[in-house]
């Protein structure tokens, strides 16, 4: 709980509002990547925790998340056909996918933010639609 409380307060402290949404957008992934282990515990912890005062907490959090989420799609730093539900569900789950990955030892923890944020911007695909027709491996 009191991780939530200090992941909540660091990111009231970063001030993203303040920022133009692409840079908003890339120092929130900078700033959440410190907490790691820690934050990818809470996100286990507080889906199957009914205490109201984690809930609350956790909600606001999301909300700081999805305020930086929609100000980057309004912009046009994020797809604007993408429904706000999906944005902030591909977000958590990348942000689950890297610390994963870190624990794993698949990723390098220095690496964590950059591969985040361009997945994020970019996603996998590298923009060649050359072959795309062809048979893929199974």
Do not use: C
């Not at 909540?8 to 133009?20: P, S, Y």
């Not at 909300?63 to 930086?68: A, L, S």
Request: net charge negative; proline share 3%.
């Amino acid at each position: 709980m009191d991780s939530l409380v200090q992941l909540e307060q660091a990111l009231k402290a970063h001030r993203f509002e303040r920022q133009a949404a692409d840079v908003a957008l890339e120092s929130l992934v900078g700033a959440l990547a410190p907490w790691g282990d820690r934050l990818r515990f809470l996100l286990v912890v507080s889906e199957l925790s009914q205490e109201p005062s984690l809930k609350d907490t956790e909600a606001r959090v999301d909300e700081q998340i999805m305020r930086i989420l929609l100000r980057a799609r309004d912009e046009g730093v994020l797809r604007q056909d993408l429904p706000s539900a999906w944005l902030f569900a591909t977000f958590e789950a990348l942000l689950y996918a890297a610390w994963t990955a870190v624990a794993q030892g698949d990723l390098a923890a220095n690496d964590a933010a950059r591969t985040l944020h361009e997945t994020l911007l970019h996603g996998h695909g590298t923009g060649h639609l050359a072959g795309a027709r062809k048979a893929r491996p199974r």
